[in-house]
């Protein structure tokens, strides 16, 4: 099953406008971690933000912030004042709730983001 | 500078030829693991570590092993490579603790032929 759903493949947004990246995810346990990282056409994998499930404000990060709906189980990324720069493959990712094993780490698919100038 | 360090960039391999990707990190991280990433897949794990001499099975491991002999380095080694391994192949570590990002190499674009 999938855990991590992201159902935008691209998006386009006018730069210096608001854009939000839909992340959904499927979990049973009460402690998690949720991820956004960005991967620039150079291939790179640089961490956005971090919301933990326990957390009860929304995660923020200079432009990014998280929108975090927990009955919802929804993460969406909210990236303020679109730049060029932030054109870009954006993954949305959960932490396996499994101290066992580790930080585990499930990816979505993915979101294309294309701002426009 | 200090993070996570892949090796080679670049790889083009025979169908059936063999091959170790490099993987170290300068970090003392606990935790290692192997993804490859594909179009419209996103990243599925490979193989993980959660410390020297602990190795386990990710979601997709078959045709791929891995060993971890110190905590610095993790090598993922293609036994037998078929085109199906054609990707691009990240590694990432992170301390154990929870609520911590992970820190990715700069990937390894694989092409079998």
């Known amino acids: 099953a999938q855990k991590i759903t992201q159902t935008q493949p691209g998006m386009f947004v006018q730069e210096k406008e608001a854009v939000t990246l839909d992340c959904t995810y499927d979990?049973?346990?009460?402690?998690?971690?949720l991820f956004w990282y960005k991967q620039p056409s150079s291939g790179e994998m640089i961490f956005l933000i971090y919301q933990g499930s326990y957390d009860e404000q929304n995660a923020t990060e200079g432009r990014y912030s998280l929108n975090f709906q927990k009955a919802r189980k929804s993460a969406n990324l909210v990236i303020s004042a679109s730049q060029l720069g932030d054109s870009a493959m954006y993954f949305c990712a959960m932490r396996e709730p499994s101290m066992e094993y580790g930080n585990k780490l499930v990816f979505g698919a993915g979101t294309i983001l294309r701002v426009k100038s | 500078n200090a993070g996570v360090t892949q090796t080679p960039k670049f790889q083009v391999l025979k169908t059936g030829q063999s091959m170790t990707l490099q993987c170290a990190q300068d970090?003392?991280?606990?935790?290692m693991s192997w993804y490859r990433q594909d179009p419209g897949m996103g990243l599925r794990l490979i193989h993980y570590s959660v410390g020297a001499g602990i190795t386990d099975q990710g979601e997709v491991p078959n045709g791929y092993n891995v060993s971890r002999s110190t905590t610095e380095d993790f090598p993922l080694r293609l036994l037998s490579a078929a085109p199906s391994q054609t990707s691009v192949y990240f590694c990432?570590?992170?301390?154990?603790?929870?609520?911590?990002?992970?820190?990715f190499g700069s990937g390894t674009r694989l092409t079998v032929v």
């Open positions: 990432a570590s992170s301390y154990s603790g929870t609520g911590v990002g992970y820190t």
């Open positions: 970090m003392n991280h606990e935790y």
């Open positions: 979990t049973s346990d009460q402690s998690y971690g």
